[in-house]
């Protein structure tokens, strides 16, 4: 049979409905507003363009775990080292190009908990921040995860807003029931390509 008609009314009615989501959600409102504020790089600043990636572009083999962090569509993306397990999830990436670092490292420890220090430059753009102990306001939120990199990381977040923008000062975050569930998957030794 034939597809069932839309009429003049279902559409408006399925339109008012549409605005009343995205006044209720910024990140539909974002979505679906032509005129929406886009970042430098032209993606929109939302979770919903995830880049597909096959970890036999980045790496020889799987190794223990790997994981490819798109800064362009702001999604990390898990393998297991046998290949049974694939993940994606969403991210905050750096600010700024100049905050970002790409290339290829690993995870050389993991931490529940972790207590943060800001990082001079990062003093030096703000000189009110310090020192952070485990809990509810600390930016690495509940799971850190260190690469081989001095000071970047894979970390939660308590603060989601970040999520899906342009928001670190260089280390690569998610929400923090994701990160759980991504520490307990990813092994120390984990291959890591940030691009």
């Known amino acids: 049979m034939f597809p069932k008609m839309i009429t003049r009314r279902g559409l408006l009615a399925g ?11 910024p990140l539909l409102a974002e979505t679906l507003d ?4 886009r970042s430098q790089d032209s993606v929109r600043r939302n979770t919903s363009s995830f880049e597909s990636q096959d970890w036999r572009d980045h790496f020889d083999t799987l190794g223990k775990a790997t994981i490819v962090c798109d800064t362009v569509s702001r ?3 898990f393998w297991s080292g046998d290949g049974s397990t694939y993940k994606v999830y969403p991210t905050s990436v750096p600010l700024t190009d100049e905050m970002k670092r790409t290339g290829y490292t690993k995870i050389v420890r993991k931490r529940v908990g972790p207590d943060w220090t800001p990082t001079a430059s990062m003093k030096k753009r703000d000189p009110n921040l310090h020192y952070m102990p485990p809990g509810p306001d600390n930016p690495l939120g509940t799971h850190a995860m260190y690469l081989s990199w001095p000071a970047y990381l894979i970390h939660g977040t308590h603060d989601t807003r970040k999520i899906g923008r342009r928001s ?7 929400y923090n029931e994701l990160i759980a ?7 120390v030794g984990t291959q890591v390509r940030v691009i």
């Not at 339109?15 to 959600?25: F, G, I, R």
């Open 15 to 25: 339109t008012a409905a549409l605005t009343a989501s995205a006044a209720a959600s």
């Open 34 to 37: 032509p005129n929406s504020v």
């Open 75 to 77: 999604a990390l993306h």
């Open 168 to 174: 670190s000062s260089g280390c690569i975050g998610t």
């Open 181 to 187: 569930e991504l520490f307990e998957l990813t092994p």
